[in-house]
T-cell receptor
């Protein structure tokens, strides 16, 4: 089975711009979660989608949003980028609530 | 509420020696516990998990972890370290209590450095 894929792998944006990141889960997995990883804050949960519905949400401002499509692929959008949004954004998929999460390689976002 | 602590930012070990990466947790119900490894500029790779049953869990690449309920710990171990084991290791916990979060909480990570 193919693993979790994320595109693009690297992005460079400037402050004020917006960005959309994409995640394709493992085939058959319906849950997709997004995390932000930074050296200072570690791994922080952004949100989780299951069957096109946001099921859980972390403590991030409304500039961070996401959605999930009927094929379980998910996108994450960040509007009005700030320097502090520079991070590795990780997507993880699982088959259900009680299952293990499997992570993609991440998208490295740099905001200048 | 659920939480997890990795008390060591960095662990140094010589190649061939046994290694231990520590993890303690706090949950109100029964824990689901996970270990992941991350290599530079990569995502997290699943190593092993404890759900129920045997306290000693065996995982990928020769790693194992021991669940200790009385000490609320889930330390990662390997009998003989390899230089290629050098990476960042994350412990995660999820509370299986009714009403518990289905989203795991991750520790801050422990950098394992294996010296030749």
């Amino acid at each position: 089975k193919a693993g979790v894929t994320q595109t693009p792998r690297y992005l460079i944006k400037t402050r004020g711009q917006q960005v959309t990141l994409s995640c394709s889960p493992i085939s058959g997995h319906r849950s997709v979660s997004w995390y932000q990883q930074t050296p200072g804050q570690g791994l922080q949960f952004l949100f989780e989608y299951f069957s096109e519905t946001q099921r859980n949400k972390g403590n991030f401002p409304g500039r961070f949003s996401g959605r999930q499509f009927s094929n379980s692929r998910s996108e994450m959008n960040v509007s009005t980028l700030e320097l502090g949004d520079s991070a590795l954004y990780l997507c993880a998929s699982s088959s259900g609530q009680s299952d293990t999460q499997y992570f993609g390689p991440g998208t490295r976002l740099t905001v200048l | 509420a659920q939480s997890v602590a990795q008390p060591e930012d960095q662990v140094n070990v010589a190649e061939g020696n046994p290694l231990t990466v520590k993890c303690t947790y706090s949950v109100s119900g029964n824990p689901y516990l996970f270990w992941y490894v991350q290599y530079p500029n990569r995502g997290l790779q699943f190593l092993l998990k404890y759900i129920t049953g045997d306290n000693l869990v065996k995982g990928s690449y020769g790693f194992e972890a021991e669940f200790n309920k009385s000490q609320t710990s889930f330390h990662l171990k390997k009998p003989s370290a390899l230089v290629s084991d050098s990476a960042l290791y994350f412990c995660a916990v999820r509370d299986h209590a009714s009403g518990g979060s289905y989203i795991p909480t991750f520790g801050r990570g422990t950098s394992l450095i294996v010296h030749p």
